[in-house]
């Protein structure tokens, strides 16, 4: 994404030219994320569990810089454990470096889940690899400390679902998102804006990974904006794909039809367009991840999640229902077909 990328690179030129004064990369990252002495006081720690993914440094510079804004205060990322898949080539080839890096901005790294769970009060489980989400969030349940699932929440439906349900059996608190969701013109769209939303056109990149089905492993962030400002009940998909674009169509109960665009060649971005009562907006620019942090750490003070697990399950429906879609060659697929599938009564 665009604007963490330029972040990146100013980081990396900032630290090249402070080497060049003689304090070196490490001696720069601790300059500006010094290392805690001592131990912070409880409901402060964050930990972060997979260190495959460039959201596990975002969110990590973000709480862990002095000059961070007041929705971050209090809050600091004080362990990590590194994996993170052990499968997927673009994500284990991260691990190595991105765990150098964390150690340079001050944060332990740990040998098991379990020793991170013993050092940290909230817990962010960051592992690209969504195959791995249910046995991690399973061991995060169990010490009963709330935790954010950054997307995909799985790589399935039936996962995705289990994990919701051992939370909701231990009286933990748990919600996903990506953070397209929270861009300022998505939210303040489906906040009624322009009035009810007619219907909806949204667009990203849908870079596949033949472990996760099409849309899990990166179209999620289109989908989820599509979510965010039609809401749930959508009745039906369909989908037409080629090698470089994805189409999905969905039909909601109520008649409105929204899409879904995803592509793999060109130049990429995210966005969309929304149709309603009052007028036809564009959705805006990605805003970069803080949106995102800002909800989490609200949730992580309050237990209050801002994603219900009903609206979470129905995208990883959307989802599924768009792969078989394209299995059939582009017939409609119903959304509660693909909870039958799973063995799931839709809520």
Known sequence: MKSNQNRRFFIKSSAIAVAGMGLGVQGFAESVYPKWKGNLAEGTRVGIIGLDTSHSIAFTKALNNPAAGPEFSGFKVVAAYPYGSKEIKSSYD?????????????????????????????????????????????????????????????????????????????????????????TSGAQSLAAGKLGKILGADTYSPCVVESTHPDLFWYGIHGVESLFTL?????????????????????????????????????????????????????????????????????????????????????????????DESKKRGGAPVSIDSMFERASLIRS
């Open 230 to 322: 039609m809401g749930t009940a959508c009745k039906e998909v369909v989908r037409v794909s080629t090698a470089d674009t994805e189409i999905v169509t969905g039909t909601w109960r109520d008649g409105r039809i929204g899409t879904f665009r995803g592509t793999r060649s060109g130049k990429s971005g995210y966005g969309g367009t929304v149709f309603a009562e009052k007028g036809i907006a564009q959705i805006g620019d990605y805003e970069g991840y803080n949106p995102l942090l800002a909800q989490i750490t609200d949730f992580f003070k309050t237990g209050i999640v801002p994603v219900s697990a009903s609206e979470t399950l129905e995208i990883c429906a959307f989802m599924e229902a768009a």
């Open 94 to 182: 991260r691990i190595a470096p991105y765990t150098l890096e964390m150690k340079n901005l001050g944060v332990e790294i740990t040998d098991s889940i379990a020793d991170l769970l013993k050092k940290v009060d909230f817990v962010l489980l960051e592992t690209n690899d969504g195959r791995m989400h249910l046995e991690q969030a399973l061991e995060v349940i169990k010490s009963g400390k709330r935790f954010f699932i950054d997307k995909p929440i799985a790589a399935s439906l039936k996962d995705a679902a289990a994990i919701f349900t051992a939370a909701k059996k231990a009286n933990v608190s748990v919600f996903s998102s990506s953070s397209l969701r929270y």
